[in-house]
């Protein structure tokens, strides 16, 4: 089974500078299948990134993500202050799995 | 815009079977362009996908090894929505439980969510 290890576990910043956070998968997975979400306390997950790099339905130009093979990264080039959430890297292959998130915390 | 909307008990007693139902707007259970899935949040486990059914000319299945011997995800075509059954529950399954829908067109994102139930096991 694949394992998703994302880096930091929490990240202080301030509103505008930019956010890098990564995941690490145990193994080689197919970017096609790799999407990022956030979560609000007491909300559900929401789509922000799907394949690896396509921004999701009303998701600001601000987030994107790269990667391949066992290294993904999303970046926020400034953070908004309804920016400061817990985000998750998540694969989809022959099961779904999630990374244990990386909370972006206001400095 | 397609809406999950769930329903459920919140307590379960453990050793019984857990059941949440997820009513689908906007889009059909037997869309050929979506999977139908649950997943679940705990403090101890994290986010953890559970299973999902889908139809591509006939019904499919696919559930996670660590509930497999114990799960149905079930769709209902005449009601539009699909449940969850966990059976022989116990206080690790305790958890916010969450029904969500894969999008071939956004790569099997899951780009809608229920709103989330709150199911704890306890006598």
């Known amino acids: 089974e694949i394992v998703l290890t994302q880096s930091p576990g929490t990240l202080s910043l301030s509103p505008g500078e930019r956010a890098t956070l990564s995941c690490r998968a145990s193994?080689?997975?197919?970017?096609?299948?790799f999407d990022w979400y956030q979560q609000k306390p007491g909300q559900a997950p929401r789509l922000l990134i799907y394949?690896?790099?396509s921004r999701a339905a009303g998701i600001p130009d601000r987030f994107s993500g790269s990667g391949s093979g066992t290294d993904f990264t999303l970046t926020i080039s400034g953070l908004e202050p309804e920016d400061f959430a817990v985000y998750y890297c998540q694969h989809f292959g022959s099961s779904r799995t999630f990374g244990q998130g990386t909370k972006v915390e206001i400095k | 815009q397609v809406q999950l909307q769930q329903s459920g008990p919140g307590l379960v007693k453990p050793s019984q079977t857990l059941s949440l139902t997820c009513a689908i707007s906007?889009?059909?259970?037997?869309?050929?362009?979506?999977?139908w899935n649950w997943i679940r949040q705990s403090p101890s486990r994290g986010l953890e996908w559970l299973g999902r059914?889908?139809?591509?000319?006939?019904?499919?299945?696919d559930y996670a090894v660590s509930v497999k011997s114990r799960i149905i995800i079930n769709p209902d075509t005449s009601r539009n929505h699909f449940s969850l059954q966990l059976n022989s529950v116990t206080p690790e399954d305790t958890a916010v439980y969450y029904c969500a829908r894969a999008s071939v067109s956004r790569q099997l994102g899951l780009d809608s969510w229920g709103q989330g139930t709150l199911v704890t096991v306890s006598s």
């Open positions: 059914a889908y139809y591509r000319s006939k019904w499919y299945n």
């Open positions: 394949g690896t790099s």
């Open positions: 906007g889009d059909s259970v037997s869309s050929n362009s979506a999977a």
């Open positions: 193994q080689s997975v197919s970017s096609t299948y």
